[in-house]
């Protein structure tokens, strides 16, 4: 039986190319080509920029290695080529003023030493031999594998780059599975060189991995724990801080008088600390920080404090900032009990945050006078602030003292 032309077994027929279809797609994928390079185009062109526009604030260190520089460069008319032209120190510098706001960076911050580098070669190059600028990262564990192993080898060729200076790393393992094991192992080489360090624990995750043999070089510390974490357990960990830590800021875990004796041989070493504490525990806290000069104290509840604490005063010989953040929630406003209470001669600075309707204006003016204190600027940041003759009478203590009024509305 003769077969038919053009006909045969399934598996020998050609299939018919469909042209314009093809073409069509040709032109989807150049489109898409297209705009993915304008959008890497644009953010170059906005990095360059960006530096352009910050050497103009460096008029005087331009003007100091003007000698280095061509004398055709000119940085009004075609600052473009005078970039290219200027010495790798003056570089340096646009670069470092370029980041001086950044705090932590990450793979996706905006600006970050990743970005300069990729410019262009001379900018990689001077980048990459800045340890300076490869000293602050934050981590955060991906739950998904591959993603974290991307994320290991981008953070590990980061830390490098740091040589051996000084680290501040921002660690956030996540919700992943094993996340604190797994970030401790990727910082494990780079541990002794830490002096800042700020992570947050989430859900049900263990804090120990990340808080046990911490570095001798450790200076400042910041820890975020949620109210499910055991507070004992807590205290336990950090009860083991090198003596060599200076700040200590514990968020979102309201810390009670156990919690305070089990830190004991910590405070004595502390300069400066921000704290969740109930009022009646304030003057316990202080006697354990002898040589606090800082201090943020947000008082939670309960407020309500014995006839025996409110008859207690303490001196504290070393303060000169305080903040107190007081909720609006609470049903008694414990701050006249507390300014009633202290004394501090050193005091300069003085925020009081509240959400209730009045000042602890009385008690204010009976703390300055005792006080003696060399206070230099009084923050009011509250939804309803002294009025001007009240704030009149703080200035009768100290003429000098400058007072700040803030309306904050998020405090009520």
């Excluded at 490098?160 to 604190?180: C, H, I, M, N, V």
């Amino acid at each position: 039986m003769d077969q038919i032309t053009g006909l045969g077994p399934p598996h020998c027929r050609k299939p018919k190319l469909d042209h314009s279809a093809l073409e069509l797609r040709d032109k989807e994928i150049n489109t898409e080509q297209r705009q993915q390079l304008d959008v890497v185009s644009h953010k170059t062109l906005n990095l360059v920029d960006s530096v352009r526009d910050k050497t103009k604030d460096l008029g005087q260190q331009l003007v100091d290695k003007q000698d280095k520089i061509p004398e055709s460069a000119n940085l009004d008319k075609g600052l473009g080529s005078a970039l290219a032209r200027l010495p790798d120190d003056v570089l340096s510098k646009i670069f470092d003023y370029h980041l001086m706001d950044s705090d932590h960076l990450s793979r996706r911050s905006d600006p970050s030493p990743m970005q300069l580098a990729r410019v262009c070669r001379r900018w990689r190059d001077v980048a990459v031999g800045m340890a300076k600028l490869w000293c602050k990262l934050s981590f955060y564990v991906d739950d998904d594998r591959k993603e974290w192993k991307r994320s290991a080898f981008y953070y590990d060729s980061w830390l490098k780059r740091s040589q051996d200076r000084p680290l501040s790393l921002q660690l956030r393992p996540g919700y992943a599975e094993g996340g604190t094991a797994k970030l401790r192992r990727l910082v494990q080489p780079y541990m002794s060189r830490v002096s800042s360090l700020d992570i947050t624990f989430w859900d049900d995750l263990e804090p120990e991995p990340l808080l046990t043999d911490l570095p001798a070089a450790l200076r400042k510390l910041t820890v975020c724990f949620g109210d499910w974490f055991d507070a004992s357990a807590t205290a336990q960990s950090l009860s083991q801080l090198p003596s060599t830590v200076r700040s200590l800021k514990i968020l979102d875990r309201t810390f009670g008088p156990d919690c305070l004796l089990s830190l004991n041989p910590v405070w004595a070493h502390l300069t400066h600390v921000e704290i969740t504490i109930r009022p009646r525990n304030v003057l316990h806290f202080l006697v354990l920080c002898p040589n606090l000069s800082s201090c943020e104290l947000i008082l939670g509840q309960p407020a309500f404090m014995s006839l025996r604490v409110q008859c207690m005063r303490f001196t504290h010989a070393n303060i000169q900032s305080l903040r107190f953040i007081c909720p609006g929630y609470f049903k008694t406003n414990p701050l006249p009990v507390l300014f009633n209470a202290i004394t501090l001669p050193k005091l300069r600075s003085l925020e009081i945050r509240y959400g209730f309707l009045s000042s602890p204006h009385q008690e204010l003016e009976v703390f300055l006078e005792r006080s003696k204190c060399p206070l230099e600027i009084l923050i009011f940041n509250a939804v309803v602030t002294p009025p001007p003759d009240q704030q009149g009478d703080f200035i009768a203590i100290i003429p000098s003292l400058k007072i700040e009024c803030r309306l904050d509305t998020g405090s009520k």
